[in-house]
């Protein structure tokens, strides 16, 4: 009897046996061409005398890249990396403390992420400073989760996340307002950048607890950056309490190193544009 797994190889088969060879398609043999020449772009070799499927050497990036359409990560993030997070970077004695204890934190966190995960324990980073390190933070995690554990993670802002919403309401969009809180409910990791930014009303409170209340009855991980204490959040209670039970707190230092990290850059730039 065929199985589902045999139903899905004989498709496989079936689509890799209509694909023209590369000596039959000149415009895949074009050095400018996106498409793998060895597969075709299905992702997978078809071995001929064998009737057998391997994946192809060119799937893992193709699953990565697809992993970042979907978390929307922006392009400035999409290089971030928890191994060049600068802790040294900050001027002021305490604010090096704390960082050097909240990348402790996180590094023990995302050491038990499978724990953490089975949980549905995610993080929530705060600080009153602007451009203190979360919102790069945050990126760094998306990109650790996304390469090294093979997570699916979308990152937005809330802001971003109302105005999309809003943008449903266009005849003109073909996404449906309920598609996209099913996309932010479902996806395994949600990281809301500056969470509590935005202009707080009953429909606002009401979107944000259908995402957060279905991601936490689901044990789904949610990461949260925020300029606001969690005890002085102003949403409603029924939110506050699941943050409060599924998330870590962890604050970052009073202090903006955001000049600090342009200063650095031109400098960079200045030695390289010097050198040539």
Not at 127 to 155: C, D, H, W
Request: hydrophobic share 35%; glycine share 4%; proline share 3%.
């Amino acid at each position: 009897m065929e199985t589902e797994l045999d139903r899905t190889l004989n498709q496989i088969r079936t689509t890799l046996s209509h694909r023209q060879s590369p000596q039959e398609s000149p415009e895949t043999d074009s050095k400018d061409s996106d498409v793998c020449p060895d597969c075709q772009g299905t992702t997978w070799i078809l071995d001929k005398k064998t009737n057998s499927v391997t994946p192809c050497k060119c799937r893992d990036k193709t699953i990565m890249d697809r992993r970042l359409r979907f978390a929307a990560l922006p392009e400035a993030f999409r290089e971030m990396d928890l191994k060049t997070f600068r802790t040294d970077i900050y001027q002021i004695p305490e604010s090096r403390d704390k960082i050097k204890g909240a990348c402790q934190v996180i590094k023990t966190y995302l050491d038990n992420f499978s724990q953490m995960q089975g949980r549905g324990i995610g993080l929530y980073m705060w600080s009153n400073a602007k451009g203190s390190g979360k919102t790069r933070m945050a990126a760094s995690i998306a990109n650790y989760l996304m390469r090294e554990k093979g997570v699916q993670v979308k990152f937005s802002t809330s802001l971003n996340i109302i105005q999309e919403i809003k943008n449903t309401w266009d005849d003109k969009e073909k996404k449906s307002e309920s598609r996209l809180l099913d996309a932010l409910s479902t996806a395994e990791v949600l990281i809301i950048d500056d969470f509590g930014m935005e202009q707080l009303t009953a429909w606002i409170n009401s979107k944000f607890f259908q995402v957060l209340n279905e991601r936490y009855i689901n044990n789904r991980v949610t990461i949260l950056t925020s300029n606001i204490p969690f005890e002085n959040l102003e949403y409603d209670d029924r939110i506050t309490d699941r943050i409060g039970e599924k998330m870590l707190k962890i604050a970052f230092p009073e202090e903006s190193i955001r000049k600090i990290i342009s200063k650095n850059n031109n400098a960079q730039m200045l030695g390289m544009l010097a050198k040539q």
